[in-house]
């Protein structure tokens, strides 16, 4: 599967507990994208990187949240010190500079209990 | 501010019916229109973009500046269109082209 790859697809953590995900971009694609998508919710936009600078952070990302494109290639979004709020599905989707058609992840399933 | 509305969270029709899933958007730029479909247990995927005008999987869509709306058309439904869909926005003037998305619209077409 050449597509956008996400891990793990589901994550049940308890509240207070730090969390990761990873996503895996299409090789050839400058820009990833985060977005959280609660449910009956269309997805919401959380930040964007452009190889491995981070251009945008929303105003939904609070301090707890950070991100990481290390090498311009996966990135990795971290939570810390989870909130029953923070349950929601992560979607990680990416796209050429130049070309706004966007390919998104499965999405990672995140339950803080 | 960019903002995508889908006054409709279901929508139900029959088989051969004719189908309009309706989107209004608001920005004060050049905005980019889209549609996006995520069917049963798969990922989101682009259906269409009003910059190509294409007809994919026999969908239409029309921006129309005057009243901001991208609806969605199909003349007529099939039973495999039944899905969630998406409109959503991208700003010209916006770094990184993100999306802004709708809240989505279930279409349901019965046989």
């Known amino acids: 599967d050449t597509g956008v790859s996400q891990d793990p697809r589901h994550k049940i953590t308890k509240r207070g507990q730090n969390v990761t995900f990873r996503c895996d971009p299409i090789?050839?694609?400058?820009?990833l994208y985060w977005y959280r998508q609660t449910l009956g919710q269309g997805p919401e936009f959380l930040t964007y990187?452009?190889?491995?600078?981070?251009?945008?952070k929303s105003r939904l990302l609070s301090d707890r949240f950070s991100a990481e494109r290390p090498k311009g290639s996966f990135s990795t979004l971290e939570i810390q010190r989870t909130e029953q709020g923070d349950s929601a599905m992560y979607l990680c989707?990416?796209?050429?500079?130049?070309?706004?058609?966007?390919?998104f992840g499965q999405g990672t399933r995140l339950t803080v209990v | 501010a960019q903002r995508v509305t889908q006054p409709e969270k279901l929508l139900s029709v029959f088989k051969g019916a004719p189908v309009e899933l309706k989107c209004n958007y608001s920005?004060?730029?050049?905005?980019?229109l889209f549609w996006y479909v995520q069917y049963s247990r798969q990922r989101l995927q682009l259906l269409l973009r009003?910059?190509s005008r294409e007809s994919i999987k026999g969908f239409t869509a029309d921006l129309n500046k005057g009243e901001t709306s991208f609806h969605l058309k199909k003349p007529f439904a099939q039973e495999e269109d039944s899905a969630m869909y998406y409109c959503?926005?991208?700003?010209?003037?916006?770094?990184?082209?993100?999306?802004?998305f709708g809240e989505g619209t279930q279409l349901t077409v019965n046989p």
């Open positions: 989707a990416s796209s050429f500079i130049r070309n706004t058609e966007a390919f």
């Open positions: 090789s050839e694609h400058n820009r």
């Open positions: 990187f452009q190889n491995e600078a981070q251009l945008e």
């Open positions: 920005y004060s730029g050049s905005p980019e």
């Open positions: 009003h910059i």
């Open positions: 959503a926005l991208s700003g010209r003037e916006t770094s990184g082209s993100r999306l802004t």
